[in-house]
């Protein structure tokens, strides 16, 4: 767990130079200055420790040199967008802020363990952390500013591909191109039931026999924020489940809901505080029985679909998706099954989930389908359910070319092309700012 958190840390706090100055020590020493701001060997050296530990990677000069170039970049970039009027609003960060806190306090189990981990409160840690979001943020929209509007041309990209080696090019590996139509088995009426007599139940105690919600969200709750009493912390209502967000809103302060059904179940809600657009509260959840579940309908319902589109090859999978399929990520895009890290849909074969691999394993060619097959829905839900998958195409390990590749080397090309613009217009605006290295640095590592 705590190598997790570890990780998260590293993704959400890039070290301010600004911010450890304040806390500077006697004994640290200022290695750049950008303008008025101080980069610090402590602040290089929390990076570079962070690097080491997230990618496993020895410890070389190379690597801490690269890490200061990188600090005194950003630095620059954030002098820049005062000039160029960028910047983001307190509630952008405010609602990124919560939504990584919310997944911190989620992986750890509870806000206490998470404050005992960082030895701080969460409103310490947020209010240390929203200056480090907000110099990221808008370093990066600073980036994007000058690198968004970058296009490339066929002729450029056959140029880029001619730079390349012959026998540098590199070996694809076999891919496939799949779409997929889910059903969700739905509770059996007796499952729904028990459940909201549950709540009801709970609801009662509260409201009519003194029980307080955290007490019964501790005992009952199916939530992970039962362990804390089923506080959420604020929170804007446009990031909830909409039935959750306008009970909990049309409550009085401290006020107790009825009984509110969610994909995620039945929830009692109580309103902690508003503020704005944001609400606290505290609930306790029960969620329905994930094996009292009518797993016969939703193959059956497959099997007919199935059976009406090889009966019929003029009807598109990827159409019977939009309509049918219950996931609700893939269903506006045919069904079709992207990679979650680049968002291609040609996925590398061996980088499919071993359920997905084996059903593919039996496809034999393009515009096959699959027998309806279980399979458990990715997080937060992480529910039972059973889908169809089509192959849609299928690309063997070959030798990389521009014909088959083009895509790629497009793709290639446009990041080489956006890099040497930006590489060109950090070089220009770095000239009208004051850059000062306090110690000796390799030309090639400074910017």
Known sequence: MYKYLIALFALLISVSSTVHAQRMELADQIVAVVNSRIILKSDIDSLTRQFITEYKQPFNES???TLLRAEVEKNVLLEQAKVDSIDVTDDEIDRKLNQRLRMMVRQAGSEEVLENYFGKSIIELKSEWKQLLKNDEIVQKVRNSKMSS???TKPEIADFF???PVDSLPMIPEKVKLAHIVRIPKPNKNAK?????KAEAIRDSIVNHGKSIEEMAKKYSDDLSSSNGGFLPLIDINELVPEYSAAAAALDINGISQVVETTYGFHVIRLNKRVGDQISTNH???KLNSNDIDEEQAIK???IIRDSLLANPAKKFTDAARIYSDDKNTASGGGIIKNPQTGESLIDLKQLDPALFRIVLLLEKPGDISEPKPFTTNPPDSKKAYR??????H??????????DYALFENYALQQKKEKVFRDWVNKIKKDIYIEYRIDVPKEFQI
């Open 63 to 65: 690597l801490w040199y």
């Open 150 to 152: 970058v296009t490339i």
């Open 162 to 164: 001619k730079t390349i």
């Open 193 to 197: 039931a028990d459940a909201f007599k």
């Open 284 to 286: 306790v959840l029960i």
């Open 301 to 303: 319902d497959l099997t």
């Open 388 to 393: 169809i998958v089509q192959l849609l195409e």
């Open 395 to 404: 690309v063997d390990e070959h030798k990389a070319s521009l014909d088959q």
